[in-house]
């Protein structure tokens, strides 16, 4: 049976750290594939300045050069991205894979939240890692991954691009550029 592990999440803009918790993910556990699931609305966040489209690009363009890949499946269906309806569309598309579901520290001191949380658990198993500044802990069954910790995130991302401070070695080059050029988050 194919190991999938699935990073979803707004990727507003991708960064070091979504690439380490994957890379961290797919060793510890042995996942065949790792794929980066960009929301289309996500139900916990409010968007930033960046359109879908332009989330795929940079999306695409963190992986390049990696062993992961992209699914589309959450961009192309559209609407508010609850991770149990499009996961029982993944099961369902795939039912010979087993999936993964990886998370940051944040997302499991919320889990409680989430729509349909014990359903959710009968189709994936969560992989999480931990984050500064969270518990990590949560009632609901989690493989724990022990990995190093980034204190970053793409809200501190935003407020640098906006403020002109740098990003040197917080975000792949090919994004920084990207962004520059688009003039996204006020660079």
């Known amino acids: 049976m194919k190991k999938i592990g699935i990073l979803g999440g707004t990727f507003n803009p991708p960064h070091i750290g979504h690439l380490m918790m994957a890379n961290e993910a797919r060793h510890a556990l042995q996942l065949d594939e790792v794929r980066f699931m960009p929301n289309a609305i996500p ?22 050069d990696s062993p992961f890949t992209i699914e589309m499946y959450e961009l192309q269906h559209g609407g508010t991205s609850y991770t149990y309806d499009t996961m029982a569309a993944l099961t369902a598309r795939e039912p010979e894979a087993k999936f993964y579901f990886i998370i940051g520290g944040d997302s499991i001191d919320a889990l409680a939240t989430w729509y349909r949380i014990d359903d959710l658990l009968e189709l994936v198993e969560f992989i999480g890692l931990r984050r ?3 518990k990590a802990q949560s009632q609901y069954p989690i493989l724990m991954v022990d990995a190093p910790q980034i204190d970053l995130s793409s809200t501190l991302l935003r407020a640098r691009f906006a403020t002109g401070q740098t990003v040197k070695y917080l975000v792949p080059q090919s994004i920084e550029a990207y962004i520059r050029k688009e003039g996204l988050y006020g660079a």
């Open 132 to 134: 500064p500044g969270s």
């Open 43 to 64: 139900p916990h966040k409010k968007s930033g300045s960046a359109t879908n489209a332009q989330r795929e690009v940079m999306v695409r363009l963190a992986i390049e």
